[in-house]
């Protein structure tokens, strides 16, 4: 029996709206927790859900990034899908940082992929391990935008964030913690948002202002299955002094 080339969309089912996911990257699954149950606006809760973007990143850096033995931070991290990833593709350290409220969240799903899972395909019923037992090897860490960074975060590598741009009073916050988190000129971010005319687009005219290099990637580096739609993929570093 031919097999079939496992797919992000199915046409039969919406995934967003349901409680577990599955994720295929190379030899590994990912399961994913997510809770659709709550009011989700621009405002609030985006975090429970696995959005598009989360994806596109993750698949990109799996497939085209070396992370083995790089230090990697995510940026809103919502459920934690791209530091899980990060992960699997050989990053020394990873840290998944979010605000408070999605703190717990994160650390199911770190617990549902910790070593000894999430290198197979796994029961959708499999509950986290309890702490004691579970060897998590993504941190997860409070991180607010704008406040000071933890000394012990440092040095970074690599630095991302998918789907964080939708809202525009964020992004001087965001840079200023940028700032604080590429504080070497090896230290690079990757960025993916989808232009929904919220301007996002403006977070890459203020990264410049305030010394930052943008370019927006090809659309060949994101996942065939969304070359239709209109998501932009940046390479971010600090201007050399």
């Avoid at 606006?41 to 085209?64: E, H």
Wanted: aromatic share 10%; charged share 20%.
């Amino acid at each position: 029996m031919e097999l079939v080339k496992w797919q992000y969309r199915s046409p039969y089912s919406l995934k967003q709206r349901e409680h577990e996911r599955l994720f295929v990257f190379g030899a590994h699954t990912v399961v994913m927790q997510q809770q659709p149950h709550r009011e989700i606006s621009l405002q609030q809760n985006t975090g429970f859900l696995v959005w598009d973007g989360a994806y596109i990143l993750a698949k990109f850096l799996y497939a085209r990034l070396h992370l083995r033995g790089k230090r990697c931070v995510e940026l809103g991290a919502g459920g934690a899908l791209v530091s899980i990833v990060a992960r699997l593709a050989g990053a020394a350290r990873v840290v998944a940082t979010d605000m408070p409220e999605y703190l717990d969240f994160i650390r199911t799903n770190v617990g549902l992929n910790s070593v000894g899972t999430s290198t197979r395909r796994v029961n959708l019923r499999l509950k986290p391990k309890p702490e004691a037992e579970a060897e998590v090897e993504v941190e997860v860490r409070e991180l607010v935008w704008g406040h000071p960074v933890s000394p012990d975060l440092l040095p970074v590598d690599v630095v991302f964030g998918s789907e964080i741009l939708y809202l525009s009073s964020q992004h001087t916050a965001l840079l200023h913690t940028l700032s604080q988190l590429m504080q070497t000129n090896h230290t690079v971010g990757y960025f993916i948002y989808k232009h929904r005319n919220l301007q996002e687009q403006n977070f890459a005219t203020l990264a410049q202002e305030q010394g930052f290099s943008v370019k927006e990637l090809p659309q060949a580096m994101i996942d065939s299955e969304f070359h239709s739609e209109s998501y932009a993929l940046l390479k971010i570093m600090k201007v050399k002094m």
